[in-house]
């Protein structure tokens, strides 16, 4: 096992090659506030990637209703439940959210699935995790809807559940695509050193020709993205809608968000992160978008603005420890925040910088052409007395 750096937990942790940045890494902000589970992002990648005999239960992108929804059904729930075996009462973070770069969200002191898997099984297989039966991925939207009620009972509503910080009864929709991780446990599982991470973009890829099937890809998966499929006897996971990306074209899920809660866009490491890219200012600058489950271990790159009306204790155990302060500073966001939040869903293009005027968000391609200019107040036209056409 190598040593690397993983700033999402603070510290060095263990992991099965060395470390290797891409050029550049391919990411989302995802802001939860704003999804309402309409699934055109879902239906957008299966009619273009899996829509194939032997796909059929595939969901490279799909939508899920928390706290109870998933799919594969449980799969956090699952895999929290096995690191909290492996190493139980530890699973703890320390020190608290600041601005050291090293460690903005404190340090995780548990083990991830990486170190955990060592404590089990030493010197057996590489990553904690299991195999979802065939059963968990057959009910993707299972749930939808349904709300934790009155104490924690399902779809039972609190008659005051209403008032705002947090809900009493609440639920919130948790879009997912693979998080082309910085660690991928798919690549450290993989016996057959069948898949990769592209080196120009961080993609994470299955490479069809060398894979045989074996499903360690999928075991140690936390998120569960890679899917098996039986009519070819490989798996096969999201692509990040390569040939899009390539060609600086947002993916397939992005573009057909109705919501425009998804911004597509490169994540650096803080070290490296730069204000005017919108993805570092809202990871590493504003920090109000923060990573999916960060103590797995798999340093994710898809990152969630957290919903404000949620318990935080759900939250910071889904998000880390830096959910209050992302949510305060959603809350009252700055003129800059509010700019780069307009952005999301505004062009088909990737923005590699923007700019905020007093007036409009900008935003630039990597050549630093235009690609999208937004208002960030609507004008309000009121309709002259001579064309009213009611009295
Ligand atoms: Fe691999 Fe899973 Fe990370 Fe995707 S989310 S790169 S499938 S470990
Ligand atoms: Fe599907 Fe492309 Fe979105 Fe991946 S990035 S979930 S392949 S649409
Ligand atoms: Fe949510 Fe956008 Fe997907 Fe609709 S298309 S479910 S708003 S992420
Ligand atoms: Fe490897 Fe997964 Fe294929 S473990 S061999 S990529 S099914």
């Known amino acids: 096992m190598a040593k690397v750096h993983n700033w999402q937990i603070g510290r060095e942790m263990n992991y099965p090659y060395t470390q290797a940045f891409p050029r550049r890494q391919f990411a989302f902000v995802f802001n939860i506030n704003r999804c309402i589970a309409c699934q055109s992002c879902t239906m957008a990648c299966k009619s273009t990637w899996t829509f194939s005999k032997g796909q059929e239960h595939m969901w490279w992108a799909n939508v899920e209703t928390k706290p109870y929804g998933g799919y594969p059904q449980f799969w956090d729930a699952k895999i929290l439940n096995l690191l909290e075996n492996a190493n139980p009462g530890n699973q703890q973070w320390s020190g608290k959210p600041s601005t050291d770069k090293k460690k903005p969200y404190g340090q995780f002191d548990g083990k991830t699935i990486f170190e955990a898997q060592n404590m089990l099984t030493p010197d057996s297989a590489r990553v904690l995790g299991y195999l979802p039966t065939d059963e968990e991925w057959n009910l993707p939207n299972i749930y939808e809807d349904n709300p934790v009620g009155k104490k924690g009972v399902r779809n039972e509503l609190d008659k005051e559940g209403t008032e705002l910080p947090v809900h009493k009864t609440w639920f919130f929709y948790l879009a997912r695509i693979c998080n082309h991780c910085s660690y991928p446990a798919c690549l450290a599982a993989c016996p057959r050193k069948a898949i990769y991470k592209r080196p120009e973009d961080g993609i994470v890829l299955i490479d069809q020709n060398r894979c045989r099937g074996y499903q360690e890809c999928m075991k140690a998966c936390p998120y569960k993205k890679p899917m ?103 809350k009252k966001p700055s003129r800059a925040l509010l700019g780069v939040l307009m952005l999301a869903g505004s062009c088909r293009e990737i923005i590699s910088r923007y700019e905020v005027t007093a007036q409009e968000a900008i935003g630039y391609d990597a050549d630093g052409k235009e690609v999208t200019r937004v208002p960030l107040e609507e004008e309000v036209i009121v309709r002259p007395e001579k064309h009213l056409n009611t009295t």
């Open 228 to 330: 098996y499929r039986a009519t070819t006897g490989v798996s096969e996971k999201c692509i990040a809608c390569y040939p899009r990306v390539e060609e600086n074209t947002v993916t397939r899920c992005i573009a057909a968000c109705v919501g425009k809660i998804r911004l597509q866009g490169w994540v650096s490491p803080p070290e490296k992160a730069r204000r005017d890219n919108p993805i570092d200012f809202l990871v590493h600058f504003e920090k109000v978008a923060l990573p999916l489950y960060p103590q797995f271990g798999t340093e994710p790159n898809v990152y969630y603005i957290p919903p404000r009306w949620v318990p935080r204790a759900y939250l910071k155990q889904m998000f880390g420890p830096g959910v209050e302060r992302a949510i305060a500073r959603y």
